[in-house]
């Protein structure tokens, strides 16, 4: 079968965990943008970025929510970097049963990031705004890529996270999130 390709924008927020210090200001501001209506509250548990951190050992690691996944590790990993040994899963931006970051906190249903999509479109996503030491860094660049998912593709996605969160969850959050816009 012949893919089809086509130009898109590639959007990339670049970390720099050494020069994190576990401020937790992007939490604050991507939870308050993503408020309903925006702006009316902040709570980090709604935050689309989470902030490993562990102070005692200099551990500061800027997490990026992602795809929601309804399995969980069987095996998982750990990493040593500059002599830090960082928790298994300190990376991983899944959205998953084995924790509780990027769940929003009332619904259960998974948090993903998406680069602050708004109209007027922003400069800049709000939590690399916000974060004053520069550990975050947006970055734009234009990638062949395939044809976006096939509608059949689409429904399995949703019918596994109806299965885990039932349709009425899903309902009232694609009801609150077309409010915002
Ligand atoms: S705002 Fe920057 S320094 Fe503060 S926690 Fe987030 S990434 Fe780290
Ligand atoms: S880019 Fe926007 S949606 Fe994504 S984590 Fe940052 S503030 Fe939140």
């Known amino acids: 079968m012949k893919v089809e390709k086509k130009k898109k924008i590639i959007k990339t927020i670049k970390v720099d965990v050494d020069k994190c210090h576990g401020c937790r200001a992007c939490e604050v501001i ?5 408020a309903v209506p925006k702006y009316s509250s902040n709570n980090p548990a709604r935050s689309r970025i989470r902030v490993l951190r562990d102070p005692l050992r200099d551990i500061y690691v800027p997490v990026y929510a992602g795809e929601y996944t309804a399995a969980e590790c069987t095996g998982r990993d750990k990493y040593t970097i500059d002599g ?11 959205s998953c049963s084995s924790r509780d970051i990027f769940r929003e906190p009332d619904s259960g249903l998974p948090l993903k990031c998406d680069m602050c999509e708004s109209d007027p479109p922003l400069a800049e996503p709000m939590c690399v705004q916000w974060c004053l030491v520069g550990a975050l860094t947006y970055e734009e660049r234009e990638e062949e890529v395939e044809e976006e998912a096939a509608p059949e593709e689409v429904e ?5 996270m109806a299965n885990k969160h039932g349709w009425q969850k899903i309902l009232a959050a694609a009801a609150r999130m077309s409010k915002k816009r």
């Not at 399995?156 to 596994?160: F, I, M």
């Open 84 to 94: 830090k040994e960082y928790d298994e899963c300190a990376f991983c931006r899944a």
């Open 30 to 34: 991507c939870s308050a943008f993503h």
């Open 156 to 160: 399995t996605g949703l019918e596994a």
